[in-house]
């Protein structure tokens, strides 16, 4: 498959996979109402980041690496879900806390400096933690049969492109709609989103 070709088809993976609801997504929805549309892009940047780091690894190593992803499938999600649940969870009591002080808090994914590059660096650890997503970017890669370095790179690019710009939007829309909340319904809306977390990683974990 020539680049051009690679770069159209990375493109297409990465936006299906970047699209799909999940645990992350809901953190990224929260992050961004709750701390800006500004804090929201660099957290959206992180996952991007992550994306295009399992998109190099799948397009050079091709069917190894969701070989060797699939037989351990059960711990990585267990892991996942372990560091999921622990996110939602302390953002839950950070929420508490913030109801007793009656403070409003900056601080609800992870705790801490709340600034663009701390989420850049946090959404591209919580991404990085579960690698399944190599083992969907290896089986596109294999069908695809990229042939030589130029149309892995090309498939790689078009991958974190495509994450990139889905995530760029969804934060961006998400943060400037929380600029029109207020206090009392940007909190009842982290307080459901760590709650669809929590049932997202306990499916991951059992399932």
């Known amino acids: 498959m020539d680049p051009d070709a690679a770069l159209l088809a990375g493109l297409a993976a990465g936006l299906a996979i970047a699209m799909q609801v999940g645990a992350v997504s809901l953190l990224l929805v929260e992050a961004a109402v709750v701390s800006g549309p500004r804090v929201g892009v660099a957290a959206g940047m992180g996952v991007a980041a992550a994306d295009l780091g399992f998109a190099v690894i799948a397009a050079a190593a091709g069917g190894a690496a969701g070989a060797a992803l699939s037989s351990h499938e059960t711990e990585i999600r267990v892991i996942a879900a372990i560091v999921i649940a622990a996110i939602a969870v302390h953002g839950l009591i950070a929420l508490a806390r913030e109801r007793r002080e009656?403070?409003?808090?900056?601080?609800?994914?992870?705790?801490?400096?709340?600034?663009?590059?701390?989420?850049?660096?946090?959404?591209?650890?919580?991404?990085?933690?579960?690698?399944?997503?190599?083992a969907s970017f290896a089986a596109v890669a294999a069908a695809l049969s990229l042939d030589g370095?130029?149309?892995?790179?090309?498939?790689?690019?078009?991958?974190?492109?495509?994450?990139?710009?889905?995530?760029?939007?969804?934060?961006?829309?998400?943060?400037?709609?929380?600029?029109?909340?207020?206090?009392?319904?940007?909190?009842?809306?982290?307080?459901?989103?760590?709650?669809?977390?929590?049932?997202?990683?306990?499916?991951?974990?059992?399932?």
């Open 102 to 134: 009656e403070t409003p808090s900056k601080t609800l994914i992870g705790g801490g400096d709340s600034g663009p590059r701390t989420h850049f660096a946090r959404f591209l650890a919580i991404t990085a933690a579960n690698p399944l997503t190599i």
């Open 149 to 207: 370095p130029a149309a892995a790179a090309a498939f790689a690019a078009g991958v974190g492109i495509a994450s990139a710009a889905w995530h760029l939007l969804l934060t961006l829309a998400a943060g400037h709609a929380g600029r029109w909340m207020t206090s009392r319904v940007r909190t009842g809306f982290a307080v459901v989103g760590r709650l669809a977390v929590l049932a997202i990683a306990a499916h991951l974990a059992l399932g």
